[in-house]
């Protein structure tokens, strides 16, 4: 059974940066994709960025030049760098992640980022 750990929120002031993690525990295959999803209470979860499986990103034009999705495959874990972060970048963030020859798409329990102005 594969279980997503994410580690890194926490309080932030505007202009700052902090690095989410996503760790996968269990036997897996390597990463095929990821993607990184934040939430405000009462709001729909937004879609933040996306990593395909050759390495490709995308991200939402709201994080675009300040966030970087990567992945060490060799640790099985996904990354969200912040930098320039933004009070309305305040959300619980989870990671959402795919392994090869699994077809089952897991969810990280999500963590709490908040940025002060």
């Known amino acids: 059974q594969v279980q997503l750990v994410e580690s890194g929120g926490g309080l932030m002031q505007a202009g700052g940066s902090l690095r989410l993690s996503c760790a996968a525990s269990?036997?897996?295959?390597?990463?095929?994709?990821a993607d990184w999803y934040r939430q405000v209470p009462g709001k729909p979860r937004e879609w933040v960025a996306t990593?395909?499986?050759?390495?490709?990103?995308n991200y939402a034009d709201s994080v675009k030049g300040r966030f970087t999705i990567s992945r060490v495959n060799a640790k099985n874990t996904v990354y969200l760098q912040m930098d320039s972060l933004k009070p309305e970048d305040t959300a619980v963030y989870s990671c959402?992640?795919?392994?090869?020859?699994?077809?089952?798409?897991?969810w990280g329990q999500g963590t709490q980022v908040t940025v002060s102005s």
């Open positions: 959402h992640v795919s392994f090869a020859g699994d077809p089952v798409v897991y």
């Open positions: 269990g036997s897996t295959s390597g990463i095929n994709a």
């Open positions: 990593m395909g499986t050759g390495g490709n990103a």
